[in-house]
């Protein structure tokens, strides 16, 4: 697509490249600045459909028509999308159009920065505590060929953070780091463990690579020893969540998934046993296994590598970045086989000392706690809760269903409501009423197992307020249809009475009226 613009009046021309076949072919169509936007407009609305996810296409209503940003990923996701078209557009030599194509390019990164206005979130920045192990990891990066805008510090709420050195734009690589500074399935292979994985049938990398962070860890030679050591000692995601946590999580679905999560797996303890010179018993422990399952978890990054193969990594650095449903970062999957390096580009623009935040990917907020420990702030989009329903099979379903009368519709979907209003207020009972001050009492875990019960609470009575509006508007229609049928009715039988004069009225099927 080209765009070109009219001297000495505010006309536009858009260019569209199109067959030499098309009837079009070699035309300009002209627009204003108005419906220019216009334009842009309708580009946006179908974009947000082309970058819909699963979730968001089945519950995004009448896409078609789709007004209104459904989530703040998809809005920048579907804004970067169109950018990147017209960023890949010819500069056409035919057409003075840079000034248009600018104009474009403008107005799109001035609705990326009205989204990250409308959603992002304030990072408070704590500054007494120190940070040194951080920068020294920070300095052995660039030492090692990382390129950072980024600095590293303590915020509030989240542990570690990355801050903005300076203002970032859009487009702006933020991080990068080169392949050598990766911690992936490659350093197996120059391990002493090699050779035993290889005998065990059907290990998988990521197990591998678990087994293999338990012990360089405590590795003081280690490459890696600058980024083990600015690790944590506890995560404190759901995984090492305690009895009382558990037993706070009860009624919500969460349950479910931590307590399945915590099946662990019963290899390392054999390992040990047969190999304790390469799996010394002392650093095998259950203790160290839930250590490294929630380091990998919490920290690990799916990457494609050059060869094509998708890798799970840790990477230092960018793991200080933390997770927002509006963030600034979201394309970093894929390492640029030009750099040899993993490059982190900003899709919103970051202020110099704003927290610079990346999307860990489209998790609900169980997923969230359980293996990230944390819960994300504002509404969540992608808080699913899953329904069992039993759908009862009409015997007589086919054809029967296309004469089935507006009066049955309306009474089949207030019962459907009914029915899901019965099914949620059952989860509303189920989760109680919150006491303030068990949460003042509380440990960490207990906390947000409260944090989340909250957020649950909070999401089952916005169901419940939309099934009784709906249900109100459908007996209201219903109330409505019943009214004019009876209407009908009356009138039918006066005109009959008129007809027949004193002859008695012959019955008839109020269906016939539809
Ligand atoms: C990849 S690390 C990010 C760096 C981490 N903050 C640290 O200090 O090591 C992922 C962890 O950061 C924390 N985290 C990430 N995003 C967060 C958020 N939006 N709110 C609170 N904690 C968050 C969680 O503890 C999560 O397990």
Known sequence: MDVDKHENDDELTLVLELPETDPLFGKKVSCTPDQLNDFLDVLVQRARIINFNEVELYFGGD???LRDSISPRNELEALHSILEVIDKSRSGEKY?????????????????????????????IVGDVSCDKEKGL???????????KLDIAYVEGAGRG?????????GDIALEIPVSVIISEELLYESDMFSIFEKIDGISEETMLLLWSMKEKHNK???FKLYFDTLPERFNTGLSFGIDAVMSLDGTLLLEEVVQAKEYDELFPTLSDRNPDVFPPELYTWEQFLWACELWYSNCMKVIFSDGKLRTCLIPVAGFLNHSICPHIIHYG?????????KFPLSRACR?????????????????????????????????IPLDIDVAQDEDSGNSQISVKTQELLETDIDVLRDLSATFEGMMEALGDENPEDREKASWDVKLAIEFRNSQRRIISSILTSCNAGCELLESELRKYTAKLLL??????MWNNFNVGNKEFESFDAGDLQ
């Open 63 to 65: 896409i078609i028509n």
């Open 96 to 124: 003075t159009m840079k000034t248009i194509q600018q104009k474009l390019q403008e107005e799109i990164v001035d609705r990326i920065d009205k989204v990250g206005m409308k959603f992002s979130e304030e990072t408070k």
């Open 138 to 148: 920070l300095d052995w990066g660039v030492d090692n060929g990382v390129k950072t």
């Open 162 to 170: 990355a801050i903005a050195k300076e203002d970032l734009k859009v």
């Open 221 to 223: 030679k280690s490459k």
């Open 334 to 342: 894929r390492i640029d086989a030009t750099t040899n390096s993993l």
């Open 352 to 384: 110099s000392g704003e927290q610079c935040f990346l999307s860990y990917g489209n998790f609900s907020s169980s997923h969230a706690l359980t293996f990230y420990g944390f819960l994300p702030q504002g509404d969540n989009p992608y808080d699913v």
């Open 488 to 493: 009908l009715i009356y009138l039918l039988l």
